[in-house]
């Protein structure tokens, strides 16, 4: 089992930048594909970002493509998600997300996330 602990939410102008971090605990980090998943008040949570457990492949969202990188330091067992050029579209609570995998692969986390680790979020508030 994985303990997930997101961090590095706040309010921020549109323009600005913010970054996640998601910290994990348990089990072999490495071994995890990791995602991040966000939910807006009203709407659906959805997918954002993920990164295969090598952090050699990326895959993100439309919406974010081109703003947002992920990326994870597998010896701090920690994943982050550098946001950049932020819009009030943005707003929402981000989770992280994780599961243990053999396959080195972004297809992974989206595929499961329902059934993975979540952590319990952190509150990104984009201000005109």
């Known amino acids: 089992q994985v303990q997930l602990v997101e961090s590095g939410g706040g309010l921020v102008q549109a323009g600005g930048s913010l970054r996640l971090s998601c910290a994990a605990s348990?089990?072999?980090?490495?071994?995890?594909?990791m995602g991040w998943f966000r939910q807006a008040p009203g709407k659906e949570r959805e997918f954002v970002a993920t990164?295969?457990?090598?952090?050699?492949?990326?895959y993100y969202a439309d919406s974010v493509k081109g703003r947002f990188t992920i990326s994870r330091d597998n010896a701090k067992n920690t994943v982050y998600l550098q946001m950049n050029s932020l819009k009030p579209e943005d707003t929402a609570v981000y989770y992280c997300n994780a599961v243990k995998t053999g396959e080195d692969s972004v297809s992974v986390i989206p595929k499961s996330a329902p059934y993975n680790y979540w952590g319990q979020g952190t509150q990104v508030t984009v201000s005109l």
């Open positions: 990164i295969s457990w090598s952090g050699g492949s990326t």
């Open positions: 348990g089990q072999t980090f490495s071994s995890y594909a």
